[in-house]
C-alpha cells in the first residue's frame, strides 16, 4: 500500500500565481481531509469530503481557496491567487469509516508551500 | 477549538518510560480519546485510542483515569525514534462517521541518548 499520496512535495511561488496541490488518498477509503500547519496556527481542518463530496468548507480562508474531488481517488486543492501569507504545509489525509470507533486518519508526507 | 490540555515539552531518557498527560476535563460520554504523533517534516500518525477501559497495542498503552477527565499515554521504552510532537484529542467514536481531527498544541517530547 503506497499511503496517501501528495505532489508536489515543495511548490515555491510568486505572489499572485495559482497554486494546485494534489492528493491520492488510500484506495477504498471514503473520506478525504485537507488541513493546513503553520507556527503560528498549528495544524487545522481546511476542508473534508465523505464519498466525494465536501462535507465541511469552514476552515477555508476565503475565496482565494477552492477543493475539488471529482473521484475517489483524487483531490485537488487551488489558491488563486496565492498571497505570502498562505506560506505552510499542506496535508492530506484519508479514512475509511465501516461503522466502528477507531476512525483512523492516514496522513500524507504533506506538501510544503512558499508564497515569495 | 482543542478540547484537551498537555505541557508543552517533556524530555526523556532513552530505554525509559515516557508518560506524557492530557487533561480532558470537559470530555462528554460518548467521547474517545485519541493519541496520535508527528514526527517532524512527516505527516501525524495515529497511535491508540480509547473510551474508559485502558488499551494497549503494538505502539503504546492508554491509561483513562475512572472519572474520564485525564488520561496517560506511556511509551514503554522510548527510543529516539519517538522524538515527536504527541497530540491528544478528544472526539466523538462510535456512529460519528468520519470527522476531521480538531489539534491542539500537543506536547513535544524530545528522547535523549
Known amino acids: 500500500d503506497a499511503g496517501v499520496i501528495q505532489s508536489p512535495r515543495h511548490e515555491v511561488t510568486e505572489m499572485g500565481q495559482e497554486v494546485t496541490l494534489r492528493c491520492k488518498p488510500i484506495s477504498g477509503h471514503n473520506s478525504l481531509f485537507w488541513y493546513r500547519q503553520t507556527m503560528m496556527r498549528g495544524l487545522e481542518l481546511l476542508i473534508y469530503f465523505n464519498n466525494n463530496v465536501p462535507i465541511d468548507d469552514s476552515g477555508m480562508p476565503e475565496d482565494r481557496f477552492s477543493a475539488k474531488m471529482p473521484n475517489a481517488s483524487f483531490s485537488t486543492l487551488k489558491i488563486q491567487p496565492s498571497e505570502p501569507r498562505d506560506s505552510a504545509v499542506y496535508f492530506c489525509?484519508?479514512?475509511?469509516?465501516?461503522?466502528?470507533?477507531?476512525?483512523?486518519?492516514?496522513f500524507g508526507p504533506g506538501t510544503r508551500l512558499t508564497v515569495l | 477549538d482543542a478540547k484537551t490540555t498537555q505541557p508543552p515539552s517533556m524530555d526523556c531518557a532513552e530505554g525509559r518510560a515516557a508518560n506524557l498527560p492530557c487533561n480532558h476535563s470537559t470530555i462528554s460520554g460518548n467521547e474517545y480519546v485519541y493519541w496520535y504523533r508527528q514526527i517532524h517534516s512527516q505527516g501525524p500518525q495515529y497511535i491508540i485510542h480509547?473510551?474508559?477501559n485502558n488499551e494497549t497495542n503494538e505502539m503504546a498503552s492508554l491509561i483513562i483515569t475512572e472519572d474520564r477527565k485525564s488520561s496517560t499515554l506511556i511509551l514503554p521504552h522510548a527510543t529516539l525514534r519517538d522524538t515527536a510532537v504527541y497530540y491528544c484529542?478528544?472526539?466523538?467514536?462510535?456512529?460519528?462517521?468520519?470527522?476531521?481531527?480538531?489539534f491542539g498544541k500537543g506536547t513535544r517530547l524530545s528522547v535523549i541518548a
Open positions: 480509547g473510551l474508559k
Open positions: 484529542i478528544v472526539r466523538v467514536g462510535r456512529n460519528s462517521g468520519n470527522t476531521p481531527l480538531v
Open positions: 489525509a484519508s479514512s475509511l469509516w465501516s461503522g466502528g470507533d477507531r476512525n483512523e486518519q492516514f
